[in-house]
């Protein structure tokens, strides 16, 4: 907010672990003149699902981000396993677009952020298509509900970006979209990678440029603590 910047974000697995209630946290960010977050419509999965959109000068929507929540874990045969985006959430996106396509036309294009990587993030690095730091296993969920799938289908979507995995930051294009993570950037104790633990892995942060004169065009790269640029999709600035 001292920057008067606008800002959002997902819920990620371990806000329900460790910090207070959502809705004690939503009350605070309320509070906040420049936060965009929407807890979502209360009948479908998860309590950050909603599309913030990007216009253009002459009010023309150029671009659609959707934030989804992952939740935290589900059972499958008896074990833990990271939970997926549900069928309730890709009906809702899917209808979504369909009806801000009726209100504004074709042409936006989407990008989507939640914490837990889809399955495909597996695939891509298995067809050894992927550029970028592997640093821990892909915890992704047993289940493939079809969200890929779904966005594939959209045929609007341009990005993925996801977190989760402290110590990967690879990027891949998989069928036509590009599969992103994040930079680690927290500064709290821990054995993983960006922390005191393991300082080689530096912290940073991940950079998203989009053009709206040109919204197929997607570019992004990491900024690393100290001023280190790191390319990997399109030209770093």
């Known amino acids: 907010d001292e920057k008067k910047l606008w800002w959002t974000f997902a819920y990620g697995n371990h806000e329900r672990d460790y910090g207070p209630p959502t809705r ?8 906040s003149e420049y936060c965009i977050f929407d807890a979502g419509p209360v009948e479908i999965k998860g309590q950050s699902n909603y599309a913030v959109g990007i216009y253009n000068k002459n009010e023309r929507l150029r671009f659609v981000l959707w934030m989804l929540d992952n939740c935290e874990y589900t059972e499958i045969r008896g074990h833990r396993t990271e939970a997926y985006i549900d069928s309730t959430q890709i009906d809702w996106f899917t209808e979504e677009k ?23 993030y597996q695939e891509a690095l298995d067809a050894g298509v992927t550029m970028g730091n592997c640093g821990e296993k892909i915890c992704t969920t047993e289940v493939n509900s079809g969200a890929f799938a779904a966005m594939k289908e959209m045929g609007d979507v341009i990005g993925v970006f996801v977190g989760h995995d402290h110590t990967n930051d690879f990027v891949a294009d998989w069928h036509g979209i590009k599969l992103c993570y994040g930079r680690v950037t927290g500064y709290c104790d821990h054995r993983r990678g960006g922390y005191p633990a393991n300082e080689a892995y530096e912290r940073g942060a991940r950079i998203i440029l989009l053009d709206q004169d040109n919204v197929d065009k997607l570019q992004t790269y990491l900024y690393i603590a100290g001023g280190k640029v790191i390319p990997q999709i399109g030209e770093a600035r």
């Open 24 to 31: 004690v946290i939503e009350r605070i960010l309320k509070e």
């Open 98 to 120: 369909k009806r801000l396509c009726t209100e504004y036309g074709d042409g936006c294009r989407s990008v989507f952020f939640f914490h837990i990587p889809l399955p495909e």
